[in-house]
């Protein structure tokens, strides 16, 4: 009888902001139906996670030196320490860790030993990509889900192009689902329902949406996601939670847990993604669960967000900052809910076709078992 190989042993980077609860508490949530299923645990591998727990084991010494840096710069280190415990390092963004940590790799000729992996979306801004032109060769893949970033890391960082994938990012199809959803709310019912909504966080523009909405008489909900020590445009534009603007009639604002995210989904006729300009796809997590929730999405069209949505598919563009083409886009779809409707399913095929969760971890157990040395030798590929 054969015995069957080993599962590789990967140490997962993950950026400190998250934590807590920690990912298998969230794991635990999604298994208690509270939130999306965390794609993570789906991999085939033996996993640690490095997080301010720092289960990896450093001495007391060594953890009392690490309470003097920046955790990132502590986590770098740590990942440095216990590198040949594993087969490869995987950084689920983490950018102010992992990136020091390919420098490190690079300049110390051990990244050939030692496997790093990274998957990012934001690596063209600022420091990120000063660090990047000078880590990448630290690097064995690079994950850049977002068009736009791959080609700046090709013709800007001179990243070779087969050091870097870029599969669609992913949506639990299972968690938001439209079928047993409450249908669109039509007009008649509860006036705390509400008719359309948006939500999220980097580079919203829910200035531009409130000037829309402004004198329709429509109801709208903002969840406006708050973050700890992120101090988001929309936070310096509105307030923390949209206090100093005067919302119109209708239009109310405030943080969501994501059973109740899915639930404002389900009540609205679409999702509205008011968007600053930037090159990279900020707004995709929320693009592809109303996606997920069969509902079509009106977009402001940016560099950056051109991977999902297909104008007059599943979805509307319209220019950015300018509220009037905003109201006009939203009135037009209010006015013509079949059109609304027959996007909201060819928005949902989409979300089961390209952003679904079978295929996406397939498509990172590929680049892992890939970086890890013999991995396909002894058979090991594939999803487990």
Known sequence: MTESPKRPRILVMVSAGWFPPYLEEVAEQAKAGE?????????????????????TGPSRLRRAVYGRLPLP?????????????????????AEAS??????ALRFTRRSKRTPLVGLYSWISSGNKARLLRLAWPGFKTLILPPTAQAEFATKRLKVPAERIVSPKWVVDTDFFNAEPATPPEDGTGDQDVAMICSAGREMRDFATLIAALDGTGLRCHIAGSLVAGMDDKWRAELGD????????DGVTFGPLTPVEMRDLYAR?????????PSDTDNGISCMIEAFAMGRTVICTRVEGQRDALVAGVNGVFVPAHDAAALRTEILDLIADPERAEKMGREARRLAETEFGMTRWVAALTEVIDAAVPGRHARGGGGVG
Request: proline letters at 8%; charged letters at 25%; glycine letters at 6%.
């Open 98 to 103: 992992s990136l020091p940590l390919g420098l």
């Open 73 to 93: 710069l502590a986590f770098a280190a740590e990942a440095f320490r216990v590198r040949r415990r594993y087969d490869a390092i995987f950084a689920w963004g």
């Open 268 to 276: 609205s006729r679409f999702v509205v993604l008011p968007l600053h």
């Open 35 to 55: 939130r999306p299923k965390v794609w993570l645990y789906d991999l085939p591998y033996d996993m640690t996670v490095l997080d301010q727990r720092f289960v």
């Open 241 to 248: 939670r949209g206090e100093r603007v005067g919302l119109p």
